[in-house]
């Protein structure tokens, strides 16, 4: 059987190299059997990264360059470039046009749109995006620079307006919900509009709490149940359809 068939859970967006105790980390998420990807922030953390999930069954890493991190990494763009043929998973990645970070968009825009080009003309890569306040611009770019039969988005955290999301579902993007989302009732409302076949759960942590500590991969059973309230379902069956959803993502 195939990992993502074992996995127990799946937490398509977590910082583990954020944690203290990174190795320790991938080996919790390993051990609990989540399939995780784990992303990066800025290429420069891609080795090591690399390194520690290269014989793992249940933890994957994703090669990203942070839009929030613009400022003074656009210049690694280059070297995210040189390690993109050593993975299929792409991330964090994208845009943010809050008020912190908006002073780099036209240079986010550069780079997110270098990334997806790499990505179409490599093909078959999956990528995890960053879209705050930013969703309509993420989308245009998507749909002009990365066909859906040459990759494959997943919006990580989006909290876009239902229009934009249904946009988001017809040109093919997956979404990862998390807790922090369905606490709102903006968020419930959105998480009850998407399409079923199209949800993922994630942590992003250590962004994220449960109980005080930071979120950890073993966490999305907690999201899952969350999901399963704002559906009216049950939690096995969107832990079952999770996991289905991301075999017809990863193959």
Known sequence: ????????????????DLYPDHEAAIAKAEAARIYTLTVTTTPK?????????????????????HPQL???????LPLWERHLPETRYVGEVGLDAGPRFYKSLDTQKHVFRRVLQCCAEAGGKILTVHSVRSATQVLDMVEEHLPSD??????????????EAKR??????YFSINAEMVRADRGRALV?????????TETDGPFTQVDGRPSEPIDVKATVAAI???LSLSPDSIAKKVRSNLRSLVG
């Open 70 to 76: 613009m400022s003074e990494r656009a210049a690694e």
């Open 192 to 200: 009850a509009e998407l399409p079923i076949d199209r949800i993922l």
């Open 45 to 65: 953390a891609w080795a090591r990264n690399h390194e520690l999930t290269r014989h793992t069954r249940f933890v994957r890493a994703a090669l990203g360059l």
């Open 228 to 230: 399963a309230g704002v």
């Open 150 to 163: 040459r990759g494959s988005v997943v919006l990580h955290w989006f909290t876009g307006s239902r229009s």
């Open 1 to 16: 059987m195939t990992e993502t068939a074992q996995a127990a859970g799946v937490d398509f967006h977590c910082h583990l």
């Open 168 to 173: 988001a579902a017809a040109l093919g993007c």
